[in-house]
């Protein structure tokens, strides 16, 4: 109680979040919000296996309902697939296709456990896909940094993963990011599939830096990402990435998505993060970790972003 009354009073109001949807379950159809995601299993695959990966996708949805408490999109459907491919990863491959209807397409090593498919980040990066229309080559690194600040967000706000661990792994996300030195500039990447560190990293370091600025406002990534779901997200076609941030800043009141657009997508090294860590309180530590001051104002924000609900 003595803390809150140290917090200012814009990073309370924005803590504050709506609990999720209930996640309902029918057979293989999940309903969150009115909205429903489907569950395609190919045939191939026995059924008790396909219980298993039914539960595995159902996890993995009711964490994405951490964003804003329902889906993105009216319908969309997640189709998995099993692969024989000796992978340390679970999920050797995912992608989101958006060709007629929307769908995530999961793929999944043969004889993956229940508890490594739970560790793994995948289903939960490209669900997060559905927060955003098609951007284009152009826009790779918007869609990719997005995904890439959720996929860790979102693990921490469904109990999946503790808040230390994901304030790390973002960390050890940028730093892979600002080893890429190509000289290009990141929207040079995007299209050729090049620097792939850079584009998922800085684009996380472009959303990080967004939300904290609406925080700081009273609002939210989420608050801004569920009323672009209500008025303008479609689930085919293309968005220009210009277009899309533009829109954001509208509904956000101005929250400098299109000037800082267009700075990353011009930038040729890795964007600062000073000013982000600075407010979030994270100092690297003399054996090159992460520390985290307990900064009253510090602690609520990053409680903010990566409470669970």
Known sequence: MAMRALVPACLLAASVQASPNALEIDGDMLTAGGR???ISIAPEIDATRTRMLREWIAEAARASLGAYGRFPLEEATVRISEVDRRSDSPVPWGQTSRRGSVAVLLYVRKGASLEELRADWTAVHELSHLFHPYLGDDGRWLAEGLASYYQNVLRARSGSLGEEEVWRRLDAGFGRGQREGSGLRLDELSPGRRGTMRVYWAGAAYWLERDLALRRAGSSLDDVLSRYSDCCLRGSGAVAPEDFVTQLDR???????RDRYREYAASREFP???SSYAALGLARSADGGLRFSDRASAVALRR???QRR
Do not use: N, V, W
């Not at 509904?251 to 998505?257: C, E, H, Q, S, V």
């Open 36 to 38: 429903t995601l489907r």
């Open 251 to 257: 509904i956000a009141g101005g929250a400098g998505f």
């Open 272 to 274: 600062s993060l000073d």
């Open 304 to 306: 903010a972003i990566m």
